[in-house]
């Protein structure tokens, strides 16, 4: 049920996108897709991820079977400046490492698709060209620790970022023992 994202708008900004559809399965999976494709539409015509994110929870909306919920993890970063906005609806933590340091982004706001008005939180920051992001689905989490990971980021000495999410998830699923109970995605 997890969707991960990545493009870059009109206006110089790269978006990074990590949507966790509630429960597992195709519905879940629906759902998470439906929220990247919104998103990416939307902020790709110019407009911004305000409109994308109140878009998004009214066509969550409006499916008339069972309640769907979808967590949105979105950051907005302008390759111009380097400032990146974090914004975060139900959305699992988001680590920024900045030299030695790990900061945490956590949010406690409600997944869209439950609400008729959407209330997301944000988070500012401006990136230097070291900074390393790194979203994480809730499933990470439940075979992992946030301490865990904090560690696995501060050490990462490597220059790929996907080594550093393969170590996260391979580390997560070794923790849990070869169960994997919801979807994981870094």
């Not at 080594?163 to 849990?176: F, P, Q, R, T, V």
């Amino acid at each position: 049920g997890d969707t991960c994202e990545a493009f870059k708008t009109s206006s110089g900004k790269l978006v990074m996108l990590l949507s966790d559809g509630m429960g597992s399965g195709k519905k879940a999976s629906i759902d998470s897709n439906v929220v990247a494709n919104v998103v990416q539409r939307i902020m790709k015509a110019g407009f911004p991820v305000d409109m994308a994110v109140r878009v998004v929870n009214s066509a969550l909306l409006l499916k008339d079977d069972d309640e769907r919920l979808t967590t949105a993890d979105i950051a907005v970063i302008d390759l111009y400046g380097g400032k990146c906005e974090f914004i975060k609806a139900g959305a699992a933590p988001t680590y920024v490492r900045r030299g030695g340091t790990v900061y945490r982004l956590e949010s406690h706001s409600l997944p869209a698709g439950i609400l008729n008005t959407i209330n997301v939180e944000k988070f500012q920051l401006s990136l230097v060209e070291s900074d390393i992001i790194v979203m994480i689905s809730d499933g990470v989490l439940a075979n992992g620790s946030d301490e865990m990971i904090v560690k696995q980021i501060e050490r990462f000495k490597g220059k790929d970022p996907l080594d550093l999410c393969s170590e996260i998830l391979h580390n997560a699923a070794e923790k849990g023992k070869g169960v994997i109970s919801d979807d994981m995605s870094v």
